[in-house]
């Protein structure tokens, strides 16, 4: 890559701008009349709306017009004769000449085609000079810094200094208001210069300060930056209040600025001033010796210094050094027309600086006084660049300071070092040179390879010559480099060169910023084009570094190009040629190779060609110049191209070949195909489900040529090795290789030749193959007996490649080649495509033994049978694996606990160990939600129904049940179907215990679906061997239940009643009724283990076997045999933990007020929560009397509780009968006989709970219930005595309390005898929860009475008076 030179703006109305400025004589008056009103009045146009499209129309109208219309007619190079200034930031211009000026601003506008481009139009004209004569000799553009925080760097707004013959220096803003005027020296200004703050890219380097310099003929004045910035603001801000107001302008401060008289040179016409500069010790001595002569004496740190460099003659090249502090800066008067203008303040109510309204006497008056100028600090001149006939004309600074270029009268350039202060460097045939530097920073990818990438980045310096004469533009290398760009531009162009940025910035301002600012400007006033150079760093470097810079641009121009999406492939194709073969270095043209291999937009012609040129060239060069690397990756990237699009062809080529003659070999494959088939029909069915896939994954999406490049590498000998990456890149290119052969649509034999020649080594295209055999298993399973004949001969194909089989393979051992295939088809998942895959290879193996024997002439039958058992083993596995995995496929029923179906595979099922295949069927159990009870009756009632051998009639029958039974039945003949052909792992006995350990695992991932521990403790009770009845209930209880136990039991003692819902998820982890139905668990766990405890000595422990050809299982042991390795449990804790687990299930069912732990003594506490198996200290004997009152008092309250449930109001409490109870819950039949059980382990005299049970059944109305206990008490004294008061309540209810007190109930109380009377008065049928009994019960009850109650009893008198009071009551209704 070269220089270039980039339009980046364009000037509008140029005609205007020469015109305004070269305007004849005759219409000056009037011009300057007009433009005094302009100055006088304030110019808004810097914030108002001036940018809008409606002000501007008639500006574009003309700029419509091409540039060339525009400047025909114009006489001479008029722009030669004008002072011009740009600012850095290329968005303000100023053309002056003698006493007017004219300001051009950047707009932006639309071309034609809607692109944003950046123009300079006028934005004022007007005459700058107020005395009478002068000229405007000079001006800068010098852009201020915003000084807000949000600020990014753009400028706030832009000052225009302009400098006098008279001596004056004039400040303005763009919209021509004038903010200053200052007369500093009385002669004309030759030269303004600014230098502003740049960041130091190196830590040694001085910090420079800004600053702007004024040349006269005679004297320098520098104007401190900071102090210039603060006033300029301030001077804008006071003229813009003023303006608001209406009112008069304070005065400004003055400025602060050093003068010097610059002394011993004859004429100077330019200047520089290049900074503070501290001397080395050596240049300080030298300086020394030199001026002080041999006795001269050397201060110990050198002082700093300001050094200024001025051009003119005698000498031709003159240095100066200031001091630092050897001049104290001059606080001068402001410009004398600000002073005259504080005067007559009164008279004036305009805004401005300058005589404002003054009548003709006080101009005049202004006019003759002259402002006092302060004298200058004679500076002596310390050394020179002699040369009495050469004069110079300019000096241009470059910006790291320590060079300048300089022009002379002579037609030369001079480069000269300001450090050493010598020319070093000399150009010559360039009469009025125009000079500009251009420094360009190294680019960041470069840096990479750079071995010194750590420093910071290294800035190439550039001098950019224009020589009008020649209308050439020329950029040179420094110091002593070549050039390395030169441009053919117009003979009138301005080449403008500002040298500095935006002033007011510091080293904090500037952090963060993006200072954007064109170094270098060439204006060519006939075409109107604002035009940069643009210089790449790496022409700055050596030829060899060069030429590698360039290759790294020349790659990183080809990866633009192969990113952009709208090239066309033939321009592609040239451009990468063209760019790859410009490219030298080989490292670099190997990188950028790739990376063309490697872009999915380039189509694989281009590929080839681009690859083949490229190879050509390498070809004809000289050998030992050619990289080797880059020939072999040319040669093997072609021979993968070309091996590409052979396939290709072969598979878009509509010829398919006959089929094979090795079909002898699959003679039996079609009854293997109809055993399985039925299977086969359902598998695919559900696995045909529909799936979410994304297209570009889509196996029948064409393999990119850059993704077959990537996975395939050429060895040194020329063999082709596949790299095998994910699994999906290897299944796409074995669906690229070998899919259509499979599908009968391309020429099997010859895509197999194809690839043999390649060289890729048979076993990598045998796993290619199989890959897409497994992967495609859906469209193998939809043709099955074409698929397998092609996967048939693929086989046969591959299996006679050279290198396949070995030709040395003794038939003792097992080949290599059909271990690979069993291997692939004993991990894959796919279990119908891997059964198919291995009928197949069975029987190829078969036939290439047979062969192999007939060869040798010998029949090794141990051969034969040892490579075909392992093969008939393989498939019998995987029959089992294809019924096993069709059975998990089956998708839970709607509302069951879900999930994503097991996959399973041979790899899998062994690495599971014994109980792997009992595991993932308990599994599926657990996902169907399958109730324990079904699951019991499918298995034996299935394989009953199988041993009928009727099947037809039972399907007869079932034809017009609903769809939904059809297929529960076709899962139990599925589950059946699976046990059968895992008779002993998946025995029932197994299957329950895993399902049971399933669910209680689910249980503790959820404790609050309760329901998982209920069918865990359901599946325990169907396992039928004590002994791991025994084991996993031990299990489950130390591992899952225990820990939760206590802390239901801890938190019930602490609260002493049943716990709230918040307490319980606290500290037990569920919610109350969640903890409720696991203390039921709990219990029911600890009967079982107890039961089975009690059977395991009766039964001799089961003997655990697995299918023969299963037997290579290896993994952790079946639930089944950790639990036989249990030990046993101490039935005397187990019983101890089952009555506390009672005790709390009752007190949380029933809600009874209880501190359970307090119902044991200290011996029993402490054995609570210990390990069952191990023996602990138990109570025994008589308990103390208080904590059996306490017991019987809480069994009391749970009878009471459950007299309570049962009741059930809406059911009539007829004699009828009662309705059966439910099994579980707090109304199930059996908690009394678990009181009187309760009572028996705790002491409790058992005769004491069934009476009260009888009282509170009675007292509930309950008397048919009632009369069932009642014959089960033993003490029917205490009874009858209890019954006796509970039927005067009744009595004493129906006649006395009741609502509707009849006349004959009145009558009958009247007949009565006295002492019955009272005793029934001082009955209270208030303690009765259900007092409205009918007539006919209580009548029973008091039969009942008489019958129980012995003759001698004391209160035998009153039962008959009552039974005589109840008859009469009878009767009268």
Known sequence: MSCSLLEFCRLQELKTVRDYLFKSQQSEPAEEKSQTENELSWDTSDWESSWESGENKEEEASSSKTVEEE????????????????????????????????????????????????????????????????????????????????????????????????????????????????????????????????????????????????????????????????????????????????????????????????????????????????????????????????TASVKGNPPAMSQYVTVGGGPYTGFFYAVEGSSQPLLSHVALAVASKLTSALFSAASGWLGWHKNKNEEETVQKQKPKVEPSTPLAIRFGLPDSRRHGESICLSPCNTLAGVTDDFGRVTLLDLARGISIRMWKGYRDAQLAWLQVPEERGEREFSPSASLPRRHALFLVIYAPRRGILEVWAMQQGPRVGAFTVGKHCRLLYAGYRLMGVNSVTSQGWQLHTQQVCLLDPITGAMRTVNIPFHLALSDKKSERAKDMHLSKRLTALLRSREVEPDILETEAKNMLLDIKHPAIKKQALESLLSNKNAPVSCLINVTSALYDTLKQQDQEEVDTALLQLCSSQLKLLQLYTNIQQLHSAADTEACSKDQDSLDGIEEELSRVGPTLQRYAQLTSRPSVSFAQDSPDSLLPAQAFLSQIECTEDGELRVIRGSDTEWNQLGNFLFWGCLCGKSPLHKVCDTLQQAGISPQQLLSLLLSVWLQREKEVLQKPGETVRNLHTLLIALSSMKGAVEESWDPQSISPWWQQVRCTCIQSHNAAAALLAAFVAHRAAKASITSLADSKLQSEWEAVSLELEQWVVCVHQLEDVLVLQTLLLVPPPQGAAGGAAAQCSIKLLLEGGTGGIADSVSKWVFRHSLAPERLKEILPKREDKEADDKPEQKEEEEVKEEKSQEETDRTAELLVAVCQRFPHSLSPDLLFAHCCWEYVVQWNKDPEEGGYLRWAVEHLKLVSSPHIQLGISAMMWSTFIVKRFSSAAYLIEKVGKAPKDRLCRRDVGMGDKAVTSFLGCCVQLLQILMEADSAVEEVSAPELSVEEAWCGAEGPASIAELALEQRGVHYPLVQHHCLLASLLHAAMTFGVKVKPLSLFDSKGKNAFFRDLTTIQLMPSGDMDPGLVSLRQEFLLRVLTGWVQAIDDPSSSASASGSPPLPSNGPKADWWPSLCQELGSLLQVNPDILKRHLVCELYNQGLDPRAEEVMMEVEDKDVLGSQLLVLTGQRLSYSLLHSQSQTQPAMELLARLPPTLCTWLKAMDPSELRCPLVPLPQTSRLVGRLIEILPENHAQYSLALHLLEAVEALTSDD
């Open 71 to 294: 400047t025909t007619g114009q006489s001479g190079p008029w722009l030669q004769d004008c002072v011009v200034s740009l600012s850095p930031c290329s968005d303000l211009l100023v053309v002056a000449r003698e006493q007017k000026a004219v300001f051009l601003s950047a707009k932006w506008r639309s071309d034609g085609s809607g692109r944003e481009e950046m123009t300079l139009a006028v934005s004022w004209t007007g005459t700058l000079s107020t005395d009478e004569g002068e000229c405007v000799s000079s001006s800068i553009c010098i852009p201020l810094a915003s000084q807000k925080r949000s600020s990014t760097g753009r400028p706030d707004w832009t000052c225009v200094v302009v400098g006098f013959t008279s001596g004056y220096v004039r400040f303005y803003t763009e919209s021509g208001v004038l903010l200053l005027a200052q007369l500093l020296h009385e002669d004309p200004v030759l030269r303004l210069k600014c230098r502003t703050y740049e960041v130091p890219r190196h830590p040694g380097v001085t910090e420079q300060h800004e600053e702007l310099s004024i040349l006269y003929p005679a004297a320098l004045v520098t104007i401190d930056g900071f102090s210039l910035f603060q006033s300029l603001r301030a001077c804008r801000n006071q003229v813009a209040r003023a303006a608001a107001a209406g009112s008069d302008v304070i005065q400004p401060p003055p400025l602060a600025y050093k003068k010097w008289g610059l002394q011993e040179m004859d004429t100077i016409v330019d200047h520089s001033s290049v900074g503070v500069m501290t001397l080395c010790v050596f240049d300080q001595m030298k300086n020394a010796s030199i001026l002080g002569g041999f």
